[in-house]
């Protein structure tokens, strides 16, 4: 197996399909809907940045991470590389843990029911189409550290 073998439904384009099919329902259908409705605009705004700037922090560091070092960080192609540091130290999928919290902030900050829905689609797309595959393929790729490394980091957070 030279690579996790996910060419199709890549997670940064199911992530901004994801953004824009939420921004769009709430902009046309549902803008009258608030999700936060007992929060004040400035309250749930500030929340929605807070979380949605921690996010892409988080998700940034380990792309940055991973070009330094030299790997891939595409999941068409073979890794090199087992990272476990940095952002990696916290989580085995950094990156998914942005697309996830860019998602939350948007139903934070914009007070979205579909940006709810399009996270927790995300979630369960990334938990139950990409990650096995990924972590198959790192099994696979690494059998001696990467099984210890499941040991020390939890997958999400």
Known sequence: MNSPGIRFA????????CFVTAGALQWFLFSDIKLLPFLPFMLHSAFGLMIGLAGFAFMMAAWFH???IGT?????????????????????NP????FVSLLVAGAVGFNSLPFLLA?????????QYIIPREER???AA???S???????????L
């Open 66 to 68: 991973f070009l330094l």
């Open 146 to 156: 990467y099984p210890s490394y499941c040991r020390k980091v939890r997958r999400w």
């Open 137 to 139: 393929y790192m099994n």
């Open 10 to 17: 890549v997670p940064p384009l199911v992530f901004t399909l």
């Open 72 to 92: 891939t960080v595409t999941t068409s192609t073979p890794v090199n590389i087992l990272v476990e540091n940095g952002a990696f130290h916290y989580s085995r």
């Open 119 to 127: 996270a927790a689609f995300m979630f369960v797309y990334l938990s």
């Open 142 to 144: 690494f059998p001696e």
């Open 95 to 98: 990156m998914y843990v942005g």
